[in-house]
T-cell receptor, first 114, second 114 residues
Framework: AQSVAQPEDQVNVAEGNPLTVKCTYSVSGNPYLFWYVQYPNRGLQFLLKYITGDNLVKGSYGFEAEFNKSQTSFHLKKPSALVSDSALYFCAVRDLGGGFKTIFGAGTRLFVKA | DSGVTQTPKHLITATGQRVTLRCSPRSGDLSVYWYQQSLDQGLQFLIQYYNGEERAKGNILERFSAQQFPDLHSELNLSSLELGDSALYFC?????????????FGPGTRLTVT
């Protein structure tokens, strides 16, 4: 069965420092991987996705993510954090061998301190 | 603004009642997804429709049902409501039902069952 794990409930980082939000996955086939962000009282917004090709994927607002097949990870990164990046981040996976379901991680709350 | 609209924004009702949540996808999107977000369960996939047909089913209770109409809007019906059904319900849409496409989320309907 497919699953997604976000091992950290919360990540704290100072403004200007690099940030990493971790995600690992388990699927039976090849994964499609996504990152979404949720600001307070809003729906989720798409940030970036990995389908195939280059393992480093660039997305919105300066975020990027690295697909690592051997470690089954898809960590979200940003070189320099902004206070406005503070939000809830969700990793999601669609398993090509698992039907059309999208499975979301539990979410990681990012706090960026000025 | 994602282009996905959901009504109503808030809904307060009593246990045992039935409610209908409505979603209009982005213009041109054929696929609609429903999700439930609660503090203890995280973001749970309920069901997906593609061009009027059910495509995938997640953790949707038998008391819940959904449909997608010819104009592509969708409704989620929740009946015999229980206190535990209190949650944020999100609708999302994507261009097709294919796995590679990201989803665009509406602002959500906050359901409170008293």
């Amino acid at each position: 069965a497919q699953s997604v794990a976000q091992p950290e409930d919360q990540v704290n980082v100072a403004e200007g420092n690099p940030l990493t939000v971790k995600c690992t996955y388990s699927v039976s086939g090849n994964p499609y991987l996504f990152w979404y962000v949720q600001y307070p009282n809003r729906g989720l917004q798409f940030l970036l996705k990995y389908i195939t090709g280059d393992n480093l994927v660039k997305g919105s607002y300066g975020f990027e993510a690295e697909f690592n097949k051997s470690q089954t990870s898809f960590h979200l990164k940003k070189p320099s954090a902004l206070v406005s990046d503070s939000a809830l981040y969700f990793c999601a996976v669609r398993d090509l061998g698992g039907g059309f379901k999208t499975i979301f991680g539990a979410g990681t709350r990012l706090f960026v301190k000025a | 603004d994602s282009g996905v609209t959901q009504t109503p924004k808030h809904l307060i009702t009593a246990t045992g009642q039935r409610v209908t949540l409505r979603c209009s996808p982005r213009s041109g999107d054929l696929s609609v997804y429903w999700y439930q977000q609660s503090l203890d369960q995280g973001l749970q996939f309920l069901i997906q429709y593609y061009n009027g047909e059910e495509r995938a089913k997640g953790n949707i209770l038998e008391r819940f049902s959904a449909q997608q109409f010819p104009d592509l809007h969708s409704e989620l019906n929740l009946s015999s409501l229980e206190l535990g059904d209190s949650a944020l319900y999100f609708c999302a849409s994507s261009r097709t039902g294919l796995d590679a496409y990201e989803q665009y989320f509406g602002p959500g309907t906050r359901l409170t069952v008293t």
